[in-house]
């Protein structure tokens, strides 16, 4: 199990060090100069020529990204081009206001989509589970800006119990937050159990139907031990993945929810910082999110293999 850990994580530093590469790369083929968007369309050859003299830019490719790769490990994200301000200031933040949003949401939705899953599969077939499959294949399928404007419409416009923005401050009490938070968690906690919840069922029903199950069915085992015991710890491995792919979602894809209730978070930063052509801030919430994707996976591997049943019986012969 050692070795498969530590394999698994030599494997993420590198992936990590040519995600950073592609970054870098991807951030260096965009269109347009950055010294001259950055100064506008007004500035003079003089100041842009010192403006990319100050930024590095006349440096080769390979001294810059050696430069901000080292700057990284030591925890320096570099300077902001527009508001020259650190970008671990400007991260921090929004950093803290994503991951608050994708844990309560991940608090939330995950366990809500193990129960609802766990009891589709189980009564497979039945009235329950064709019209629970339907309103979640349903609400798996319908974009995330068309449930937010729907429940802005309802709790913000017609009832009035909710804000429409999602406004914190640095100073908010628990109610301002959780008034703030209430609209965009709703908004994500019902798509992500809908994702996960349809996977559950599919991955619950097919393991309910393996012949270890149907052994355990003719040797009288109850049918509560079958599906938490049996079921359920064959089903962590592919259930970690879904979790984890859904979590990474949680931190780098809600921008479209980010953007409809103006909530500022990492993802909302990004988007200015394009529009901007701000790169080190680009730089920086691009590796974030493809380094929460890869952390997510090697985290979702590793439990795979502790739960695999065969991992384990191996193990165990080995040791005898």
Not at 115 to 137: P, Y
Not at 215 to 239: E, W
Request: proline share 4%.
């Amino acid at each position: 199990m050692l070795s498969f850990i530590l394999k698994r994580v030599l494997q993420t530093i590198v992936l990590l060090l040519a995600v950073s590469i592609l970054v870098f790369i991807g951030c260096e083929i965009l269109p347009g100069d950055v010294a001259q968007v950055a100064l506008g369309q007004f500035a003079t050859e003089d100041n842009v020529r010192a403006l990319r003299l100050e930024l590095g830019l006349d440096r080769p490719a390979y001294e810059r990204y050696l430069s901000w790769l080292v700057g990284i490990l030591q925890g320096d994200w570099g300077q902001s081009i527009t508001t020259k301000t650190p970008v671990a200031t400007m991260l921090s933040e929004r950093l803290w206001n994503t991951g608050l949003l994708a844990l309560v949401t991940t608090v939330v939705a995950v366990p809500l989509a193990l129960v609802l899953g766990l009891l589709m599969a189980v009564g497979a077939g039945r009235t329950w589970d064709r019209s629970a499959s339907i309103v979640v294949l349903g609400l798996s399928a319908t974009p995330e800006f068309l449930i937010g404007s729907l429940a802005v419409l309802l709790f913000a416009v017609q009832l009035r119990w909710l804000p429409a923005v999602a406004y914190l401050s640095p100073g908010s009490g628990f109610s301002q937050t959780a008034r703030a938070l209430f609209l965009p968690v709703l908004t994500l906690v019902i798509v992500v159990t809908a994702q996960i919840a349809r996977m559950t069922r599919a991955i619950i029903a097919n393991l309910l139907t393996q012949p270890f199950v149907e052994m355990a069915v003719l040797k009288g085992v109850p049918s509560r031990r079958i599906v938490g015991v049996h079921a359920l710890i064959n089903a962590v491995g592919p259930l970690a993945n879904i979790v984890a792919l859904n979590i990474a979602y949680l931190v780098s894809g809600v921008v479209v929810v980010e953007t409809i209730f103006a909530y500022p978070g990492l993802a909302g930063l990004m988007i200015n910082a394009v529009q901007a052509r701000d790169l080190p801030v680009v730089q920086a919430c691009a590796l974030i999110f493809c380094a929460t994707y890869v952390i997510m996976i090697l985290v979702a591997d590793i439990l795979a293999h502790l739960y695999d049943p065969r991992s384990n019986a191996q193990a165990a012969m080995e040791k005898l």
